[in-house]
């Protein structure tokens, strides 16, 4: 494999500050690259990533914006690289809360991601390629992407909005809002509400343990497999039949403005353990 030299263009800026007879320091640095990138792979122990698409600059394709903060005298260890085609970014503390980063990328519309930060949100903006995301705390806001996108956070809200392709997101506590997504969705969230407007996918399957779920269509859905422990579940669909299957233990069920037939091809399934259930055509 060939390992392409990073040109670093901003020197770099080292403040100390004393809080506590403890060291903090900050490094800012800029890498700019002008060779092909295809993949982007990060894998940051504390810190923000931000991820859009370029051209960086009119001499580069990419370029890596990274603010670094970490206490004591020993400085972290972190990698911004470009092999083959691949840029790889790492950040490993030392200590727990012992440093941070922010990471902002610049690559190519279709280079595809695979980002992952133990603590810190991630952000993408306009990009063609797939994404897979991950966080163990801290949101996920995704904006115009083209491919899939597979967004996982322990705790913190997923926001996802114009995709194109099928959408799986995941969060043990936190809310899940989309907006214009028209692939297959999957959504799960251990508590925490799911909004969804605008859904075009066939397939669609979203789950709370506790929250509610309000969701609307452009299209009529092959399959909406919607399900809460406790909260209501609100669906506007586009009139026309479909097989219902809605129940709750404890709340009103009103379906309007759509054929209830159990030989329907488009089949809804709603199931709260507390809420209403309201299904609506228009």
Known sequence: MRTFPIIIIVATLSAMVILGGCAKHRIEKEFEFDQEITQVVANVDSGGLH???????PTAQSKVDLELTYRGSDEPKYRVTVVESTLYI?????RLFSCGGQFDVVVPAKASADLETGSGGIEVRNMRGAMQLKTGSGGIDVQNVENGVDARTGSGGIDVSRVTGEVKAITGSGGIQL??????????????SIKGHHLGGLEVHAETGSGSIDVDFDIAPQMANLSTGSGSIGIAVPSGTYHVDAETHSGAVDI???TN??????IIVARTGSGSISITGF
């Open 256 to 258: 309007e403005g759509i």
């Open 261 to 266: 037939d159990a030989a329907a091809d488009h």
């Open 90 to 94: 790492d950040l490993e503390c030392d």
């Open 51 to 57: 991820l859009t698409s370029g051209p960086a600059s």
């Open 179 to 192: 907006n214009q997504v028209g692939g297959n969705i999957d959504l799960d969230t251990g508590s925490g």
